[in-house]
């Protein structure tokens, strides 16, 4: 049997923010468009900062497995930046949910910095890889719904029996773990 390439260390810490974000504090972030694209057998996340086509380019090169979790992922990045956007959502949420989004934001822009080389590196073997950084951000995604620390301790208390670092990324959706996800 054939060992599988990782192409992750764990990063020390968390990257989850454990103090107030400002907007301002994630403005740069923000102006910047992040989309996948499929070209034959090649996978990319593209960025767009600007207008003009020098402000364009790919930011990373993405295994091919790793295609449909990678949108995911992004999508939940647009969802987040278009709910704080929102001139209506400004009136409507208050100043706790701001907060949150803004904190999960950058937990987000962080999680994708911290994934570029590693998508490269992956990109860059045949055959079966393992991101397991990316991989355990996926899972808690899936099954607990938040990534700061306390909310996965918490949902962990709640289901002893369930270790999150062992699960399958590839079939989350299937229904084949024991664990319970979110409600």
Known sequence: M???PRHAEMPSGTLFPFRLVTEDELAEEMSTEYTLLRAENKV???FKDGPLPGDQGTYATVPLPYEALVRRFLYRGNVLRTVLESKGSQTKL???IKES???NLLHFFRVLEE???LFNSAA???GEVKIPFFD???IQENFVGRHDPAAVIDWQREHPDCNL???NVFTLGEFVSPCIARR
């Open 2 to 4: 054939t060992s599988i």
């Open 44 to 46: 990319t996340i593209r």
């Open 94 to 96: 208050n100043d706790d």
């Open 101 to 103: 989004i803004r904190a």
């Open 115 to 117: 994934c570029r080389t």
């Open 124 to 126: 860059k073997h045949q």
């Open 136 to 138: 355990l951000y996926m």
């Open 165 to 167: 670092r062992t699960q």
